[in-house]
């Protein structure tokens, strides 16, 4: 059983648009934090944004600025991730993390807790 549970992934062309959700059980934004992270096949897991205490939210790819938004619906214990203009080079699993009790950073070996992915294909 995973404490975050991604949802929202799907095939798109280029240009179009897509919304993620975490919901994150145990974890609040205001205590913790929340990151997104993706991984292609046979490249490096790459964090791309993360939302949570003392941080607020921050965005760790360059290649997203701009175009994905982090926001948080703390009621329903959900993170988003809203991706506009994708690209081929978006393709990817994508996962949100948990990191208990601290701010947010671009390491990903320092949040504890992770969900099972969700897949985003974009075709050109």
């Known amino acids: 059983q995973f404490p975050l549970v991604e949802s929202g992934g799907g095939l798109v062309q280029a240009g179009e648009s897509l919304t993620l959700s975490c919901v994150h059980s145990g974890f609040t934004v205001e205590e913790d934090s929340i990151g997104w992270f993706r991984q292609a096949p046979g490249k490096e897991r790459e964090a791309i944004a993360c939302i949570g205490t003392i941080t607020g939210i921050m965005y760790f790819s360059d290649s997203v600025k701009g175009r994905f938004t982090v926001s948080a619906d703390g009621q329903r214990d959900t993170v988003y991730l809203q991706m506009d203009g994708l690209l081929p080079e978006d393709t990817a699993l994508y996962y949100c993390?948990?990191?208990?009790?601290?701010?947010?950073?671009?390491?990903?070996?320092?949040?504890?807790?992770w969900g099972q992915g969700t897949q985003v294909t974009v075709s050109s």
């Open positions: 993390a948990g990191r208990k009790g601290r701010g947010c950073t671009s390491y990903n070996i320092l949040y504890g807790s």
